[in-house]
């Protein structure tokens, strides 16, 4: 079975702390995904990547940056948390091409005090 | 504007009964548009794809139409389960400016299926 990781369930953060989540797949998947979802907004999307190195903006990247070093790898970072950004961030991956369907990671609770 | 609406409110129907979930759109032209499911505190997990070219596509009791004149399209889920409670989301293929074809979801339908 395809397994996307996110390495913590529930993080507890500081107004202006640097966060990193991390996110993991294991099935050789070239796209990989970054939303987050709030009551009322749904999902919306942060940041995408097709290729190592490669990143493209999606719906809301303000105030978020992201890494692709490996291919199995994509990480989200929020360079200086802010309570707005509490929030459930979910990572999801698919195969090359436009019409794969994405697999989710069970998501990171993320709250900014 | 571009849009996904999907109805806010829960539906709520008996065991056994079939379940139909709307999913409309304006202002996109999608090649193929998706169905999601999702439990409290999880990620979405995938269920079907349809294309613009295909009006039905079934799974099990699962059925979805896709009315690409209407914008519209329906998720059926036959023979209802207390385990089918969940919230169900729509996702459409939009291209952004950048070129890349990514997916935009609805914000769900939360089915609640009762004995």
């Known amino acids: 079975d395809v397994k996307v990781t996110q390495s913590s369930r529930y993080l507890v953060k500081r107004t202006g702390e640097k966060v990193f989540l991390e996110c993991v797949q294991d099935?050789?998947?070239?796209?990989m995904f970054w939303y987050r979802q709030d009551p009322g907004l749904g999902l919306r999307l942060i940041y995408f990547?097709?290729?190592?190195?490669?990143?493209e903006k999606g719906d809301i990247p303000e105030g978020y940056s992201v890494s692709r070093e490996k291919k199995e790898r994509f990480s989200l970072i929020l360079e200086s948390a802010s309570t707005n950004q509490t929030s459930m961030y979910l990572c999801?991956?698919?195969?090359?091409?436009?019409?794969?369907?994405?697999?989710f990671g069970e998501g990171s609770r993320l709250t900014v005090l | 504007s571009q849009k996904i609406e999907q109805n806010s409110e829960a539906l709520n129907i008996q065991e056994g009964k079939t379940a139909t979930l709307t999913c409309n759109y304006t202002?996109?032209?999608?090649?193929?548009l998706q169905w999601y499911r999702q439990d409290p505190g999880r990620g979405p997990v995938f269920l079907l794809l349809?294309?613009?070219?295909?009006k039905e596509k079934r799974k099990e009791r699962l059925k979805v139409t896709f009315d690409t004149t209407l914008k519209q399209s329906l998720f059926h889920i036959t023979a209802s389960q207390p385990a089918d409670s969940a919230t169900y989301l729509c996702?459409?293929?939009?291209?952004?400016?950048?070129?890349?074809?990514?997916?935009?979801f609805g914000k769900g339908t939360m089915l609640l299926v009762s004995p």
């Open positions: 999801a991956s698919s195969w090359e091409g436009e019409h794969g369907e994405l697999f």
């Open positions: 099935m050789d998947h070239e796209n």
């Open positions: 990547s097709y290729d190592v190195k490669m990143k």
């Open positions: 202002n996109y032209s999608p090649a193929y």
């Open positions: 349809i294309r613009e070219n295909e």
């Open positions: 996702a459409l293929d939009p291209v952004l400016n950048s070129g890349y074809s990514t997916l935009t």
